[in-house]
């Protein structure tokens, strides 16, 4: 059943045992880098253990009765995946291994066979590098163009440059992220796929940040492609998620030839199964697939749209505190509707590292790197920063201990 009204964060951390963990010679954990993977509730964890104790088979293939089980729950995970992103149907949802696949499935499939010389892939400044080096292998080898949407300072992408690229006649696909894990950025999708649509051309979205933070609907926002993974909303490591409508995936070719993607295969030809198995060779993460079913009925339990209302909560709160600290320079939108629960900064000339390390010191985890948008870095004009990112179990007072810390950090480094 769907609760009503503020998020229980109490109760909810009652079901991530991890939380509880002391790190750093007896510090509470406050784990602030859930943009790089979450925690998992005791009903992922049970749900695993319970497959490996009880139902262990291989899926698709034998007639007993726990591979009939196992079949059956993986394929209920699969059913839940395309209700949860309103897919019209489970021929649409393929299992990858993250969404980096995801992403380079398209790209080997679906662009090997689209996308030519001269003609252009259309991406933003602001790509995690999982969607923006599938399309330099893909572009490089047809002797096609890679092209850019810039960003601006505010973090909002240029919208008059995307326009300019869509006029120059060439462009074969479209793939932008729908949020930015370094900036929190919100992309207009809607805006880009319907200008898009109205020129014939195609769009991928990279769904990795927001599909786990909002309620993300394929139908409404009518893309073409949508790639995201399970470990980033509350399900393991080792699934990814591509969401391709029936009528393309249809005249997609295989990416991977192997077992389970076949229907008949003879000395020199093969037919290939039905969609969606067509693009799973080999045995899946069965059991990976089969705990990313509880990890989706957790976050239906809370509903969408309250997990984001309370990511926007911490996040306002977030950035009302940070832009309070001397010597802070934080990066992306200002209005908290307009980004995600990410909030990355630098403050002084402490290196990104240096304060994550201070803060590892306080038992709060957070990020700091180039954060995979290397690309997005030069334009920043830096080499890295550090980024706290959100979810349901964080609370303000977290955020506080945050913020402490990295006052500390500052009073230590005289900023
Ligand atoms: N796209 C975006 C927007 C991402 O943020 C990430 C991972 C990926 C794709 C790739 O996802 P994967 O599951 O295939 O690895 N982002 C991050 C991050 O921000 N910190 O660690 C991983």
């Given at each position: 059943?769907?609760?009503?009204?503020?998020?229980?964060?109490?109760?909810?951390?009652?079901?991530?045992?991890?939380?509880?963990?002391?790190?750093?010679?007896?510090?509470?954990?406050?784990?602030?880098?859930?943009?790089?993977?979450?925690?998992?509730?005791?009903?992922?964890?049970?749900?695993?253990?319970?497959?490996?104790?009880?139902?262990?088979?291989?899926?698709?293939?034998?007639?007993?009765?726990?591979?009939?089980?196992?079949?059956?729950?993986?394929?209920?995970?699969?059913?839940?995946?395309?209700?949860?992103?309103?897919?019209?149907?489970?021929?649409?949802?393929?299992?990858?291994?993250?969404?980096?696949?995801?992403?380079?499935?398209?790209?080997?499939?679906?662009?090997?066979?689209?996308?030519?010389?001269?003609?252009?892939?259309?991406?933003?400044?602001?790509?995690?590098?999982?969607?923006?080096?599938?399309?330099?292998?893909?572009?490089?080898?047809?002797?096609?163009?890679?092209?850019?949407?810039?960003?601006?300072?505010?973090?909002?992408?240029?919208?008059?440059?995307?326009?300019?690229?869509?006029?120059?006649?060439?462009?074969?696909?479209?793939?932008?992220?729908?949020?930015?894990?370094?900036?929190?950025?919100?992309?207009?999708?809607?805006?880009?796929?319907?200008?898009?649509?109205?020129?014939?051309?195609?769009?991928?979205?990279?769904?990795?940040?927001?599909?786990?933070?909002?309620?993300?609907?394929?139908?409404?926002?009518?893309?073409?492609?949508?790639?995201?993974?399970?470990?980033?909303?509350?399900?393991?490591?080792?699934?990814?998620?591509?969401?391709?409508?029936?009528?393309?995936?249809?005249?997609?070719?295989?990416?991977?030839g192997g077992g389970?993607m076949i229907k008949e295969v003879h000395k020199y030809e093969t037919r290939y199964n039905?969609?969606?198995?067509?693009?799973?060779?080999?045995?899946?993460?069965?059991?990976?697939?089969?705990?990313?079913?509880?990890?989706?009925?957790?976050?239906?339990?809370?509903?969408?749209?309250?997990?984001?209302?309370?990511?926007?909560?911490?996040?306002?709160?977030?950035?009302?505190?940070?832009?309070?600290?001397?010597?802070?320079?934080?990066?992306?939108?200002?209005?908290?509707?307009?980004?995600?629960?990410?909030?990355?900064?630098?403050?002084?000339?402490?290196?990104?590292?240096?304060?994550?390390?201070?803060?590892?010191?306080?038992?709060?985890?957070?990020?700091?790197?180039?954060?995979?948008?290397?690309?997005?870095?030069?334009?920043?004009?830096?080499?890295?920063?550090?980024?706290?990112?959100?979810?349901?179990?964080?609370?303000?007072?977290?955020?506080?201990?945050?913020?402490?810390?990295?006052?500390?950090?500052?009073?230590?480094?005289?900023?």
């Open positions: 059943m769907m609760q009503k009204g503020a998020l229980n964060v109490q109760k909810i951390r009652e079901d991530f045992p991890i939380l509880k963990r002391k790190v750093s010679g007896g510090k509470q954990l406050v784990y602030l880098d859930n943009a790089a993977t979450t925690q998992k509730p005791l009903a992922v964890i049970d749900s695993i253990h319970d497959y490996y104790m009880n139902y262990n088979s291989n899926i698709h293939r034998a007639v007993h009765q726990m591979a009939e089980e196992a079949t059956l729950a993986f394929e209920t995970t699969r059913e839940k995946v395309a209700k949860f992103v309103n897919a019209r149907s489970t021929e649409e949802i393929i299992f990858t291994r993250n969404a980096t696949e995801a992403l380079n499935l398209v790209a080997y499939s679906w662009g090997r066979s689209n996308v030519k010389k001269d003609d252009k892939v259309v991406i933003t400044e602001i790509e995690h590098h999982s969607n923006i080096v599938p399309w330099q292998i893909l572009t490089t080898e047809k002797g096609a163009k890679l092209e850019y949407i810039g960003v601006d300072d505010d973090g909002y992408l240029k919208m008059q440059e995307y326009k300019q690229h869509l006029d120059s006649n060439k462009v074969k696909l479209v793939s932008v992220t729908h949020m930015s894990n370094v900036l929190g950025t919100i992309v207009p999708v809607n805006d880009i796929i319907k200008m898009s649509h109205e020129r014939g051309i195609p769009v991928l979205i990279d769904g990795a940040q927001s599909v786990p933070h909002m309620q993300v609907d394929v139908q409404k926002m009518d893309c073409d492609f949508m790639a995201f993974s399970a470990h980033k909303m509350l399900g393991p490591t080792g699934v990814g998620i591509l969401y391709v409508k029936k009528e393309i995936l249809e005249k997609m070719p295989p990416f991977m389970d039905d969609l969606p198995y067509k693009f799973e060779g080999g045995t899946p993460n069965i059991a990976d697939v089969i705990g990313f079913s509880a990890a989706i009925d957790y976050l239906n339990d809370i509903g969408m749209d309250r997990v984001r209302e309370h990511e926007i909560e911490l996040t306002k709160y977030a950035i009302d505190r940070i832009t309070g600290v001397k010597g802070v320079t934080l990066y992306g939108p200002r209005n908290v509707n307009d980004r995600g629960g990410v909030v990355s900064f630098n403050i002084g000339d402490i290196h990104p590292h240096d304060l994550a390390t201070i803060m590892n010191d306080h038992g709060i985890a957070i990020r700091s790197g180039h954060h995979c948008a290397q690309v997005l870095m030069e334009r920043l004009d830096v080499s890295a920063t550090s980024r706290a990112s959100f979810y349901i179990y964080n609370t303000k007072e977290e955020i506080d201990k945050f913020i402490d810390a990295l006052d500390e950090a500052r009073r230590l480094f005289k900023i």
